[in-house]
Structure formats: structure tokens, C-alpha cells
């Protein structure tokens, strides 16, 4: 088993800057790929950034150049650097964790950009 535990959400002005985090705890051994993920009102959940355990990083188009992915694997936690903040962006913002085939997931965090 593997415990995700999202923070940093909020709302921010559009152009502004936020920072989530992702602690992960629990079976963290093997934990192959852990990622961003996010859920619009009235919209399946998207792919938003991910990094793999070596450090190899993958990005959805639209947030590409505007944010971050990064991992401290001592603190067990991935971070997302999210700037330059559009309307578009307001979503709920979930971690996933990837660890022997099976899928783990945080509990969210709402990220709000107001225009």
C-alpha cells in the first residue's frame, strides 16, 4: 500500500504561481512513476506532468514551459511548480503513484485561478 497526501492548492490571480506537494508514505519501495493529474468541473481527469523514478520527466502540452515537475526522493514527496497560472488551469490537482502495476491515488487538492 501506498498513502498519497496532496498540499499547496489554493486560489491565485491568473499569472500567479502555486506549489503542490505530494508525500508519499507506506510501501514507497519500487514506486516506479509518480505524476500530476487533474479533474475540471465536467471533464475527465487529464495527465498533467509525470517523473519517473530515474528523473524522467513528461508534460501535457498545454503546461508545458509553465510548469515543473520535480521529486526529493529523501523526503519521499513530488512537487509541482505551477506559474504563469491561467483560468483554464482551475481543476482539482491529484497525485498518482505507480508501484508494481497498480495505481495509487491522493485524496486532491483544488487549485483555483481567478481571471
Known amino acids: 500500500q501506498v498513502q498519497l497526501v496532496e498540499s499547496g492548492g489554493g486560489l491565485v490571480q491568473a499569472g500567479g504561481s502555486l506549489r503542490l506537494s505530494c508525500a508519499a508514505s507506506g510501501s514507497i519501495f519500487r514506486v516506479i512513476s509518480m505524476g500530476w493529474y487533474r479533474q475540471a468541473p465536467g471533464k475527465q481527469r487529464e495527465l498533467v506532468a509525470t517523473i519517473t523514478s530515474g528523473g524522467s520527466t513528461n508534460y501535457v502540452d498545454s503546461v508545458k514551459g509553465r510548469f515543473t515537475i520535480s521529486r526529493d526522493n529523501a523526503k519521499n514527496t513530488v512537487y509541482l511548480q505551477m506559474n504563469s497560472l491561467k483560468p483554464e488551469d482551475t481543476a482539482v490537482y491529484y497525485c498518482?503513484?505507480?508501484?508494481?502495476?497498480?495505481?495509487?491515488w491522493g485524496q486532491g487538492t483544488q487549485v483555483t485561478v481567478s481571471s
Open positions: 498518482k503513484a505507480i508501484r508494481l502495476g497498480l495505481d495509487y
